[in-house]
T-cell receptor
Framework: AQSVTQLDSQVPVFEEAPVELRCNYSSSVSVYLFWYVQYPNQGLQLLLK??????LVKGINGFEAEFNKSQTSFHLRKPSVHISDTAEYFC?????????????FGPGTSLSVIP | GAVVSQHPSWVICKSGTSVKIECRSL??????MFWYRQFPKQSLMLMATSNEGSKATYEQGVEKDKFLINHASLTLSTLTVTSAHPEDSSFYICSARAVVRDTQYFGPGTRLTVL
């Protein structure tokens, strides 16, 4: 079975400062990795995903993440955050090459950008 | 991009009544749809996986007779909460996976409040 850990439940950061949201996963098989963002009272929006290839993945809104297989991590980064980045961020995994398998979500990290 | 809609976006009902939530993939065909529930300040918990034309697969601990799922077409899945009680109050989110893609697309969610 797969599991996802997001060590930081809340991350406050000042506007225009860099941020890193940590994600570690556990799986006995290869996985796809995702980061989603959820704004208050809304559904989830895909920020970026790692399926294969380059371990550095660029997503929307200036976010990027790096897949590290040896450390089983997929940390999300942004060099300069904006007030509008305040939201809940979820890391997720899915078994590779199984189109019908479920996605497992981490507990989420609440990012608060301080003016 | 792929769009998934949910209807209604919010609903308030009396205890003991049943509520139906619709999930539609607007511009793609989805052989698989997923239903999640999310309690305040928590992550998404998968309730069931629904494949078009077959019975849904429920996660452990989810009552299939209480949460009826129907996936009658490639663009529509419904979740019916039968005999709703206040503890069923939650944010229900659906997602749909396109036939030829590995990414889930999420609906905006439905806020259910049972009085």
């Amino acid at each position: 079975a797969q599991s996802v850990t997001q060590l930081d439940s809340q991350v406050p950061v000042f506007e225009e400062a860099p941020v890193e949201l940590r994600c570690n996963y556990s799986s006995s098989v290869s996985v796809y990795l995702f980061w989603y963002v959820q704004y208050p009272n809304q559904g989830l929006q895909l920020l970026l995903k790692y399926l294969s290839g380059s371990t550095l993945v660029k997503g929307i809104n200036g976010f990027e993440a790096e897949f590290n297989k040896s450390q089983t991590s997929f940390h999300l980064r942004k060099p300069s955050v904006h007030i509008s980045d305040t939201a809940e961020y979820f890391c997720a995994v899915q078994k590779m090459k199984t189109s019908y398998d479920k996605v497992i979500f981490g507990p989420g990290t609440s990012l608060s950008v301080i003016p | 991009g792929a769009v998934v809609s949910q209807h209604p976006s919010w609903v308030i009902c009396k205890s003991g009544t049943s509520v139906k939530i619709e999930c539609r993939s607007l511009d793609f065909q989805a052989t698989t749809m997923f239903w999640y529930r999310q309690f305040p300040k928590q992550s998404l918990m998968l309730m069931a996986t629904s494949n078009e034309g077959s019975k849904a697969t429920y996660e452990q601990g989810v009552e299939k007779d209480k949460f009826l799922i129907n996936h009658a077409s490639l663009t529509l899945s419904t979740l019916t909460v039968t005999s709703a009680h206040p503890e069923d109050s939650s944010f229900y989110i659906c997602s749909a996976r396109a036939v030829v893609r590995d990414t889930q697309y999420f609906g905006p969610g439905t806020r259910l409040t049972v009085l």
